[in-house]
Structures are given as C-alpha cells and as structure tokens.
C-alpha cells in the first residue's frame, strides 16, 4: 500500500508555516502538517530541517525504539509518498521545489542545477537569511546552487553537522538545513539492515537530537519548526545490496517529523 500525501505539498508547507508565499511551482500546503505546526500561533520564524538520505518509513516502524528521540522533539508524523524515480536528486527537487520532476527538470540520477524556483527562493524573497549545510558533490550540495543564500559544503557528514550546529549558535540564520548520506552510502556498500547500515541510521537520529537541543538552547527567542525530512526509502536489489527508485512502496512510502520548539514567554 502506498502513502497518499504527496512530497510535492513540503515547500508550500514549509512557507505557510514561515508565513512567506510559496514557490511558483509549489503544490498546494498539507493541512496535515500546517494546521497541528500554527495551533495556536500565526507562524514560526525560524525553520530547521534535517534531511538523512534514504531513511524509508519501513525503516521508522521497524526499529521504532531507536527513533524515540526524533519523535521527542518532533511528534507530528507525516506520511509522505515520494517521487519518480526515488533517487535523490529527483526527491529533492520536488521537496524543495514543490514540482514534480516533469516540471522541475530532473528525471533521472543527475544534478544539474534546478531552475524552478525552490523553498530557498521563497525565503530569500521575503528577506528570510538560509544556509544549506552539506557534504560536498551531493545532490543538494549541487542542484541548489546559485541561490541567495549561504552554502556550507563539507567532505562528510560528522563536518557538516559540526557546522550546522556552529551556525545555530549563532543566531542570524531564520532557516538551517543540514544534509547527512551516511546511511545511503552504507546500504548501497551493504544492505539496509546491515550493522554499518544500522550504526549510520543511530548517528542520524543522535546527530537530530543533538541539533534541535542545540536550537532549544540558542532560538528560545523564536518559534522554531524542526523538521527531520528523509527523501526515499530503500530496499535490496537483485545484487544482494541496498538500492532504491522503484515504485514499490519500501522505496516511496517515508515518514517525516515535524515539532515546534515555542518561544519562551518573555523573550
């Protein structure tokens, strides 16, 4: 069975919740998401969203007990249904976009830059400041280049998260997004349950747990919307290793989580 709410709605989502006008292309806001995020407020000021690569939702149900610190910070689960092909470039196209590939260009595994405008476009428009935290040669390293915004592009995963934790201590950014792989190079050298595969799954949540505690600690001056937002799942292929972009729903089915950190009275 396949997840009915489509990743096409996240930037139309994500910009209601930052009360900007979504990206041109953007598919219609998710109420599921929008509607529990602005109970009781008219919008966040801050965005935080962490992308681990290839944490499908099977993966979620399965090992549940693992993800019990991603759920701490960030309880409202969606269940999103993915993109053709679930490669990564293609999903993250449509997740930061809003598209889907016929419209933003990208079909295929390849990373030219994306010409639709895109999440980053809607922020730096309404004078919201971004950076893009990521390892380098990644898909969202390169397909999102050229915007007015800050990029940060690291050689692994442990620099890039040391860097977005830097750049939320500071303070000036209104939207963080961090980019880990570690988990999709290891099912591709492995399999998705393998131990290397399950210690890299273990580092992204510890790796989410440690950046919303350290937005808890240095945004408590703004309402903060925590995303953790994997882009397809995973499966194995007829090679024995983990791969990924059929149409089958170990691949497009994804659990994303979403919390709001409130700002604390009087600040």
């Known amino acids: 069975m396949f997840n009915t709410l489509p990743l096409t709605g996240l930037a139309a989502s994500w910009c209601r919740c930052m009360d900007v006008p979504p990206p041109s292309s953007a598919g219609p806001a998710l109420d599921a998401l929008c509607r529990p995020v602005l109970a009781g407020r008219t919008s966040c000021d801050r965005l935080l969203i962490y992308n ?6 099977w993966l979620c149900q399965k090992y549940a007990g693992d993800f019990a610190p991603v759920r701490a910070w960030a309880p ?5 249904a993915t993109v053709m092909p679930a490669v990564t470039p293609v999903c993250f196209a449509s997740m930061y976009t809003g598209a889907r590939p016929q419209v933003h260009g990208i079909q295929k595994y390849e ?24 390892v380098q040669d990644s898909s969202l390293a ?9 990029y940060h592009i690291l050689p692994d995963d442990g620099a890039v998260v040391e860097k977005a934790l830097e750049l939320i201590g500071e303070d000036r950014y209104d939207c963080i997004v961090c980019y880990n792989q570690d988990y999709d190079d290891a099912i591709h050298d492995t399999v998705p349950e393998s131990a290397d595969s399950l210690a890299a799954m273990r580092r992204h949540i510890a790796d989410f747990d440690r950046l919303a505690a350290r937005a808890k600690s240095c945004w408590s001056a703004h309402d903060t919307l925590l995303c953790f937002a994997p882009d397809h799942g995973t499966h194995i292929d007829e090679t024995g ?3 990924h972009g059929d149409y089958i729903p170990e691949d497009i089915n994804i659990l994303h989580f979403y919390g709001v950190l409130a700002k604390e009275a009087g600040r």
């Open 52 to 57: 681990p690569d290839a944490l499908g939702m």
């Open 76 to 80: 409202i689960e969606l269940e999103l």
């Open 111 to 134: 990373k030219p830059v994306v010409k639709t405008p895109t999440l980053f476009d809607a922020l730096s428009a309404a004078g919201k400041r971004t950076a893009l935290v990521a």
């Open 142 to 150: 390169v397909i999102f280049g050229g915007r007015k915004i800050d």
């Open 241 to 243: 290793h983990g791969n």
